[in-house]
Nanobody, 127 residues
């Protein structure tokens, strides 16, 4: 059973930066496209960024475009999300998820396309 585990969540001051990690267990990590989502209290879960299985095709949601970077290293089964210029409205639980059925260079952008989910890591942006 493939598992994804997030880490790196923290309390950060506005304007600060953070790098979240998503580590996958088991073989064949390269067979998964990976996305980062977040869910704030009282709000729906939203996709922030996603990366394809191969070629590193990426998607960024408007709320984080220009201040975030998603990257993956299949050699160590990890995907990272770097967030810069953090704002209080970035406060949420951040999740990573894998899409096992995505075509190799395709970037899934619907939560329905992701079939393996992590437990989440809390990011709080406050002074």
């Amino acid at each position: 059973q493939k598992q994804f585990v997030e880490s790196g969540g923290a309390l950060v001051q506005p304007g600060g930066s953070l790098t979240l990690s998503c580590a996958a267990s088991g073989p064949n990590f390269g067979n998964y496209a990976v996305g980062w989502f977040r869910q704030a209290p009282g709000k729906e879960r939203e996709l922030l960024a996603a990366i394809s299985r191969r070629l590193g095709n990426k998607y960024y949601e408007d709320a984080v475009k220009g201040r975030s970077t998603i990257s993956r290293y299949n050699s160590n089964n990890t995907v990272y999300l770097q967030l810069n210029n953090l704002k209080p409205e970035d406060t949420a639980v951040y999740y990573c998820a894998g899409a096992s059925r995505a075509y190799s260079i395709y970037v899934p952008i619907s939560s329905d396309e992701f079939d393996v989910w992590g437990q989440g890591t809390q990011v709080t942006v406050s002074s």
